[in-house]
């Protein structure tokens, strides 16, 4: 049964940063393409940013610069570094495990934490 766990919202003031953190279990994590998604209130969910097996980086145009996705095949876990954080990037944060690749014949998404920035 895969499991994705995740951790680290919360409340934070606008310029201030947050580090979340997905533990997966229940699949061979270092073979997926890991992700993490946003979605706010009223809007249609949308891609942060994705790291693939190899360690190659995808960021939404939005947070590019300010935050930084990375993971630890040791630990099954996957981070989202949060800085500089805006108003804006208030939503569920969810993690997504997908793969492998090329046909990624499976995903699997976490509950979500939630993230919430006040100006």
Known sequence: QVQLVESGGG??????S???SCAASGIIFRIN???WYRQAPGKQR????S???????????????????SRDNAKNTVYLQMNSLKPEDTAV?????????????YAYWGQGTQVTVSS
Do not use: H, W
């Not at 949308?46 to 940013?49: F, G, I, P, T, W």
């Open 11 to 16: 409340l934070v003031q606008a310029g201030g």
């Open 18 to 20: 947050l580090r979340l």
């Open 33 to 35: 393409t890991m992700g």
């Open 46 to 49: 949308e891609l942060v940013a």
């Open 51 to 69: 790291i693939t097996s190899g360690g190659s980086t995808n960021y939404a145009d939005s947070v590019k610069g300010r935050f930084t996705i």
């Open 93 to 105: 944060y969810l993690c997504k495990v997908m793969g492998p690749p090329p046909s990624y014949p």
